[in-house]
């Protein structure tokens, strides 16, 4: 059972990126799919969920309107697309897969800064 994050790296305020997790050691389209993050000296915080099929989604009121999550069951991957950012976005970022089991992945460093 494995989750790996990518995506992550260093971006200027207002700018863009995706995250995206791919899995491998379950059935990925029966679990519903989450990330989180944990910005420096902080604990986890939740970001964002969506469910085996795709719906409904929910998102963390910080995160709303700026981040949607989506998933490609076909790929056995989940993707947190991430506009608007804003320097207290800066963390490192995990997905999560809930059902069966629930593993985590290792992260991917988000970094907004000039």
């Known amino acids: 059972v494995q989750l790996v994050e990518s995506g992550g790296g260093l971006v200027q305020p207002g700018g863009s990126l995706t995250l995206s997790c791919t899995a491998s050691?379950?059935?990925?389209?029966?679990?519903?799919m989450t990330w989180s993050r944990r910005a420096p000296g902080k604990g986890r915080d939740w970001v964002a969920t969506i469910f085996s099929d795709g719906s409904p989604t929910n998102y963390a009121n910080s995160v709303k309107g700026r981040f949607t999550i989506s998933r490609d069951n076909a790929k056995n991957t989940v993707y947190l697309q991430m506009n608007n950012l804003k320097p207290e976005d800066t963390a490192v970022y995990y997905c999560?897969?809930?059902?069966?089991?629930?593993?985590w992945g290792k992260g991917t460093l988000v970094t907004v800064s000039l």
């Open positions: 050691g379950f059935t990925f389209s029966t679990y519903t």
């Open positions: 999560g897969a809930i059902g069966g089991l629930t593993t």
